[in-house]
């Protein structure tokens, strides 16, 4: 096989971010907020396909524990952002130009069961799960950047070019890897346009024998149901370690959350909602249990914090932040048992109609930021009622894990471990 590689680049990138009271709102019968919970099958919901995304999204959280399984082994002590979101669609894209054994092996790693769902089936599935987070009307705002930079020789099979852009939406570019250094800079520019600036130069070098660069980017933005007030935000100690401390931007609030203390794992789980569908699952292992707690993770876990937690008032202290983290994910997949598709065995014939060409590279590139405003009306008063009585403190002030859900569709949109809300 000559070098005629696939590149598959993943920039994901998440900004959170708070809003102002929604006017006129008056939460549940009690006078408080109540946090969205995922809702039952709807004929609006039949009519978007997402009942044809629900027979396969079970996949979807099983990769996302798998892939972070994979990864901190070999991020011991520093912060995990990726997304599960773009990984799976990106690679997804790579199945549908592969064939035999390849094809079979990208689909296992992703967690798709070829004896429970037909391809069809995970087609289908993929796509209407696109098309219900990339609605416009949706509040959880996702802006997809998918793209197959290919060099003028090498010409995609019509069936390729139309999956690509029906199915996952992508654009299909030109470009000269002959010329690496205009390539390099057409799609760092394709990157940092699909994510509004925020991730630049994310591609270094590329190899002039290069066939296609596919680029997956994801760029989310959610407001807070309820907004931190910027006011009381306030310098605290963040233990890393036993022997390290930082300091760091300390939000706060009194309010209304759902919550769940597992005795078993010894963590605090706290559901911050966003406006719309979405909520931020934050998990607080208790001092030394991090790693019990990562290690203890499942669908089966989730489930139960799921129709465990209770609506509480509680003080919750969250980290303002902003984190860059980078991951080659070529070697997570490996370990997940997609190897062919890196080898000269790889078969992604469908793509060109030759046998020659396999993956080189895929390395995922990912920006979160979270804090009080984030919108022109930050600054708006919010005056809250709650009871006169001292809630329990939840005090994000060590270690914790982040989970970006999706209710209604049931997917995990960002999954990361903070270990230090300072390392950029």
């Known amino acids: 096989m000559s070098n005629i590689y696939l590149c598959v680049l993943l920039a994901g990138l998440c900004v959170l971010a708070n809003c102002h009271h929604v006017p006129g709102h008056q939460g549940g019968h009690d006078g408080h907020e109540h946090p969205q919970e995922d809702q039952p099958?709807?004929?609006?919901?039949?009519?978007?396909?997402l009942l044809s995304y629900?027979?396969?999204?079970?996949?979807?959280?099983?990769?996302?524990?798998?892939?972070?399984?994979?990864?901190?082994?070999?991020?011991?002590?520093k912060n995990i952002l990726f997304s599960p979101v773009g990984i799976i669609n990106a690679f997804f894209l790579v199945a549908l130009g592969a064939k035999g054994n390849t094809v079979d092996q990208i689909l296992s790693g992703l967690c798709y069961n070829q004896s429970v769902n037909s391809l069809q089936e995970i087609d289908d599935g993929v796509y209407h799960l696109l098309q219900w987070l990339y609605r416009p009307e949706a509040k959880l705002k996702l802006r997809p950047g998918s793209a197959l930079f290919t060099a003028d020789k090498f010409q995609?099979?019509?069936?390729?070019?139309?999956?690509?852009?029906?199915?996952l939406h992508a654009d299909v570019i030109p470009a000269d890897f002959k010329n690496t250094e205009e390539a390099v800079t057409q799609i760092?520019?394709?990157?940092?346009?699909?994510?509004?600036?925020k991730l630049v130069?994310?591609?270094?070098?590329?190899?002039?024998?290069?066939?296609?660069?596919?680029v997956n980017c994801v760029f989310v933005t959610g407001y807070w149901e309820k907004r931190f007030n910027h006011e009381l935000t306030r310098k605290m100690d963040f233990f890393i370690n036993n022997e390290t401390t930082v300091q760091v931007d300390m939000m706060y609030r009194d309010g209304y959350y759902l919550t769940y203390h597992d005795d078993e794992l010894d963590c605090d789980v706290v559901n911050v909602p966003y406006k719309g569908n979405a909520t931020a699952l934050l998990i607080l292992p208790q001092k030394g249990k991090l790693h019990e707690?990562?290690?203890?993770?499942?669908?089966?876990?989730?489930?139960?914090?799921?129709v465990s937690q209770k609506l509480q008032r509680i003080q919750l202290s969250l980290p303002r932040l902003t984190l860059y983290t980078s991951h080659d994910i070529k070697e997570a997949l490996i370990r997940l048992g997609v190897t062919e598709v890196f080898t000269d065995q790889a078969d992604l014939s469908a793509f060109t109609g030759h046998p020659n060409l396999k993956v080189s590279?895929?390395?995922?590139?990912?920006?979160?930021?979270?804090?009080?405003?984030?919108?022109?009306?930050?600054?708006?008063?919010?005056?809250?009622?709650?009871?006169?009585?001292?809630?329990?403190?939840?005090?994000?002030?060590?270690?914790?894990?982040?989970v970006l859900y999706e209710q209604i569709a049931r997917v995990p949109i960002f999954f990361g471990r903070i270990m230090n809300p300072n390392e950029h």
């Not at 995609?156 to 199915?167: H, P, V």
């Not at 130069?201 to 596919?214: I, Q, R, S, Y």
């Not at 707690?293 to 799921?306: A, P, R």
């Open 293 to 306: 707690v990562e290690h203890g993770l499942s669908g089966e876990v989730f489930l139960k914090w799921k």
């Open 188 to 197: 760092n520019s394709y990157i940092e346009s699909k994510t509004h600036g």
């Open 41 to 49: 099958p709807t004929e609006s919901h039949q009519e978007n396909g």
């Open 201 to 214: 130069d994310v591609v270094k070098g590329l190899d002039p024998e290069m066939a296609t660069v596919l």
């Open 54 to 77: 629900w027979k396969i999204a079970p996949s979807a959280l099983d990769f996302t524990l798998k892939f972070y399984y994979q990864v901190h082994p070999d991020t011991d002590g």
């Open 156 to 167: 995609l099979q019509q069936e390729i070019l139309n999956k690509a852009q029906d199915l």
């Open 361 to 402: 590279k895929a390395f995922h590139k990912a920006y979160l930021n979270i804090h009080e405003n984030g919108t022109e009306d930050a600054a708006a008063t919010v005056i809250e009622t709650v009871p006169t009585t001292l809630a329990p403190a939840v005090i994000f002030d060590k270690p914790f894990l982040l």
